[in-house]
């Protein structure tokens, strides 16, 4: 079993900054992947950015060259640098989790959600 307790959320204007971090503990193994999705009421959960245990990453379009994603490995935690952000990002972000071994792969682990508001 894994717990993920994200932080970090809040309301900020457009073009402004904003850092969410996630940290996980319990059962996890050296080769997993954890990152951040988002969903806006009314719309589908989106991945936004995903950082592998060995340095590849992942991005959704929309936020390349905005976000940058890292991770600590010594606490296991993922943080997510928003810069330059814009009203459509407003969302519920979630830290997600999945192990890429043992007995427990391809299981999902979601944080409980944070709430990030960009006014115009």
């Known amino acids: 079993q894994v717990q993920l307790v994200e932080s970090g959320g809040g309301l900020v204007q457009a073009g402004g900054s904003l850092v969410l971090s996630c940290s996980a503990s319990g059962s996890i193994v050296d080769r997993n992947v954890m990152g951040w999705y988002r969903q806006a009421p009314g719309k589908q959960r989106e991945l936004v950015a995903v950082k592998f245990s060995y340095g590849g990453t992942n991005y959704v379009d929309s936020v390349k060259g905005r976000f940058t994603i890292s991770r600590d490995g010594v606490d296991n935690t993922v943080y997510l640098q928003m810069n330059s952000l814009k009203p459509e990002d407003t969302a519920v972000y979630y830290c997600?989790?999945?192990?890429?071994?043992?007995?427990?792969?391809?299981?999902?682990?979601w944080g409980q959600g944070t709430q990030v508001t960009v006014s115009s």
């Open positions: 997600n989790y999945r192990a890429l071994t043992g007995r427990d792969v391809g299981r999902d682990y």
